[in-house]
């Protein structure tokens, strides 16, 4: 159960990295686009909105971490 476990933990600090890290790209991307002024709206939009989702899937990966968490303190 332990080797679970640590495997689950370290593919949950994976996915959240990444994520974060696609995140801190987007934003530094609309930062950009918004100083110098050469996206459209809709372009400008769609990153939002990327930005957006990508930080909904960030809060989900949490949420589905301690639920991970909890399951495993039951089962010890």
Same mark, same amino acid.
């Given at each position: 159960?332990d080797k679970h476990a640590d495997c689950l933990t370290d593919y949950f600090r994976y996915l959240k990295d990444n994520?974060?890290?696609?995140?801190?790209?987007?934003?530094?991307?609309?930062?950009?686009?918004?100083?110098? /002024?050469?996206?459209?709206? %809709?372009?400008?939009?769609?990153?939002?909105?990327? %930005? /957006?989702?990508?930080? %909904?899937?960030?809060?989900?990966?949490?949420?589905?971490?301690?639920?991970?968490?909890?399951?495993?303190?039951?089962?010890?």
């Amino acid at each position: 159960m332990d080797k679970h476990a640590d495997c689950l933990t370290d593919y949950f600090r994976y996915l959240k990295d990444n994520l974060d890290q696609q995140v801190k790209k987007l934003q530094v991307k609309i930062t950009q686009a918004r100083t110098e /002024d050469h996206l459209s709206d %809709l372009q400008a939009t769609k990153l939002v909105t990327q %930005l /957006d989702a990508q930080q %909904l899937q960030l809060q989900d990966l949490g949420l589905q971490q301690s639920r991970w968490r909890k399951i495993c303190s039951l089962n010890t």
